[in-house]
């Protein structure tokens, strides 16, 4: 046995009681993270702050000797893609903007800071520690996570009148908010001096809107519209005008309009009408000046009048005879004729003059002194017998 001298003998024991804790500390010493017992979602409103709280301690520890804790600090935010939030080593510190550590490191509790949240900073966030010795030896890690729900109270809501509100008639009063987290819900009230809270069915509380029927004078008046959810609300308001004057004075004159306008056009239909008839009349007018065309003769045996208007011949025996006498019996009577000749072409409608429609008189109620008067001349005929042969 070798004895030492006292102090040489302490520095010694000291020594090799550090060199077996050295070895027996990482396979002992382990790190555990910890949470608010029951607490697994924290929930924040826009624009505001919140801490996420989590600290970590060492299973079956030994009281360091000469040992000095050094922990390393990671915080993730966990949705469709991992990003880091805030990262601390060594005395250093860095992160997102409004991220930080609640407390001064080194320190067991790793709380994380969020400020001036969005609603976007929702998500799963995740705490890994690693704890370190002083000759940079790792003691333990671990890991926990916390859900965080930022919520938005509603924004500014929009206030509208969807029907003109005429006397008896019904309108609806609308009601919405562009942003909200949970959804908001809405409530229609009339102030004063004639106040009234509406509820269903009346007022649809998830859709903002309010049915009013048969309108009266008294239901005129300001109406606001509250939305709300959990974290906050917002107002609107409309001021409603019920009209006294007849409700029915937009379409009585709408029918009015209708029927001018149908007059208007039954009237053009009537003016065109006698604007064609006008045309058409002078294309029926007798030309007084047009030139007589060529005599044609008239046809053996006939008492007609040629297509042109002139008088050819005249054969009828009744159209000469003398109204006072009679003529002897078996007497031959000469046949009075008149010549050839041209009258004054009469007035006839014009129509095609490439083919004329010939105009038929018959002679035989002529007496001799009208045809005297017309200028025609007497001419004797031998008569004809019976059996056709000249007499």
């Not at 010694?12 to 027996?24: C, D, G, P, V, Y």
């Amino acid at each position: 046995m070798v004895c030492l001298p006292g102090p040489l003998a302490a520095k010694l024991s000291q020594f090799l009681l550090l060199w077996l804790s050295a070895l027996a500390l990482p396979g002992r010493a382990q790190v555990e993270l910890h949470v608010p017992a029951g607490l697994s979602k924290v929930e924040a409103v826009e624009g505001e702050e919140v801490v996420l709280p989590m600290w970590y301690t060492l299973r079956d520890g030994m009281p360091s000797v000469g040992l000095k804790e050094k922990p390393w600090v990671l915080w993730f935010l966990e949705k469709t893609k991992t990003s880091q939030v805030l990262a601390y080593s060594e005395g250093t510190s860095s992160g997102k903007h409004g991220a930080s550590l609640v407390y001064t490191m080194p320190s067991r509790n790793v709380s994380l800071r969020l400020q001036n949240l969005k609603e976007e900073d929702s998500g799963s966030y995740r705490c890994s520690v690693n704890v370190y010795d002083s000759q940079h030896r790792p003691l333990g890690d671990s890991s926990s996570s916390l859900e965080l729900n930022v919520l938005v109270p509603p924004a500014p809501p929009s206030c509208r009148i969807l029907d003109a509100p005429f006397l008896g008639s019904n309108v609806t009063l609308s009601c919405q908010s562009s942003r909200s987290k949970p959804t908001a819900h809405y409530q229609w009230e009339k102030l004063p001096p004639s106040p009234q809270v509406f509820f269903a069915p009346t007022l649809d509380n998830i859709r903002g809107s309010l049915k009013l029927i048969n309108l009266s004078p008294s239901m005129s008046g300001i109406y606001v519209c509250k939305a709300y959810n959990e974290v906050g609300t917002s107002k609107c308001n409309v001021t409603l005008v019920v009209s006294t004057g007849p409700g029915y004075a937009v379409i009585t004159g709408a029918v009015v309009g209708i029927l001018i306008g149908l007059g208007l056009l039954v009237g053009l239909i009537l003016l065109y009408q006698r604007w064609s008839k006008t045309q058409e009349e002078p294309a029926n007018d007798i030309k007084e000046d047009a030139i007589a065309p060529r005599t044609l003769p008239w046809p053996k045996g006939s008492d007609t009048i040629s297509k042109n208007g002139t008088l050819s011949s005249v054969t009828s025996a009744r159209a000469l005879r003398s109204p006072h006498g009679h003529p002897r019996p078996g007497a031959s009577t000469p046949t009075p004729s008149l010549s050839t000749q041209a009258l004054p072409s009469p007035k006839l409608p014009r129509v095609n003059e490439a083919h004329p429609t010939p105009v038929l008189a018959s002679p035989g109620g002529i007496s001799s002194s009208a045809l005297s008067r017309m200028g025609a001349v007497p001419v004797l005929m031998p008569a004809k017998n019976q059996a056709g042969s000249l007499v």
